[in-house]
T-cell receptor
Framework: KAGVTQTPRYLIKTRGQQVTLSCSPI?????VSWYQQTPGQGLQFLFE???????NKGNFPGRFSGRQFSNSRSEMNVSTLELGDSALYLC??????????????FGPGTRLLVL | GENVEQHPSTLSVQEGDSAVIKCTYS??????FPWYKQELGKGPQLIID?????GEKKDQRIAVTLNKTAKHFSLHITETQPEDSAVYFC??????????FGSGTQLTVLP
């Protein structure tokens, strides 16, 4: 069974631009969570989607948004990029419902560099 | 919200020795505790997890113990090998229904 895939793997943007990252979960998984990983703040939860609905949200500004499609694929968008948004963005999927205790499997991440 | 503290931040062991990484959590409602291994340039890989109704779980050379009273859990790796070298993260899921991660431990296994 194929793992979680994320595209693109690497991205360079300039301040003020916006970016969209994509995540395809493991087949049959219905929950997708997004995380930001930086050397200073570590792994931080952004949001979780289940059945096309945002079920949970971390403490990030409104510039960070996401959505999930009917096939469980998910995208996250960051608008008005800042230098501090440079990070590894990780997507994780879980089965069957993403509820408490469900195992999350991570993708390889998208490395975003903001210049 | 949940706070997870992880120690040590770096750990060096000789090949064949054991390694122990410890984590504490703050939310008494936490009921799920996974451990992830992250190699350079890759996403975190689940290596073992434990739920709050279990005190210990073992999978070959890896074991995790959970003490709910003290709110701490530990990862034990026996007979370490060079390929065990990586960053290890603990995490906890509590009342906020989201994974909160520890700050990571860089494990180096010296040949």
């Amino acid at each position: 069974k194929a793992g979680v895939t994320q595209t693109p793997r690497y991205l360079i943007k300039t301040r003020g631009q916006q970016v969209t990252l994509s995540c395809s979960p493991i087949s049959g998984h219905r929950s997708v969570s997004w995380y930001q990983q930086t050397p200073g703040q570590g792994l931080q939860f952004l949001f979780e989607y289940f059945s096309e609905t945002q079920r949970n949200k971390g403490n990030f500004p409104g510039r960070f948004s996401g959505r999930q499609f009917s096939n469980s694929r998910s995208e996250m968008n960051v608008s008005t990029l800042e230098l501090g948004d440079s990070a590894l963005y990780l997507c994780a999927s879980s089965f069957p419902s993403g509820g408490s205790g469900e195992t999350q499997y991570f993708g390889p991440g998208t490395r975003l560099l903001v210049l | 919200g949940e706070n997870v503290e992880q120690h040590p931040s770096t750990l060096s062991v000789q090949e064949g020795d054991s390694a122990v990484i410890k984590c504490t959590y703050s939310d008494s409602a936490s009921n799920y505790f996974p451990w992830y291994k992250q190699e350079l340039g890759k996403g975190p890989q689940l290596i073992i997890d434990i739920r709050s109704n279990v005190g210990e779980k073992k999978d070959q050379r890896i074991a995790v113990t959970l003490n709910k009273t003290a709110k701490h859990f530990s990862l034990h790796i026996t007979e370490t090998q060079p390929e065990d070298s990586a960053v290890y993260f603990c995490a906890a899921k509590g009342s906020a229904r989201q994974l909160t991660f520890g700050s990571g431990t860089q494990l180096t296994v010296l040949p």
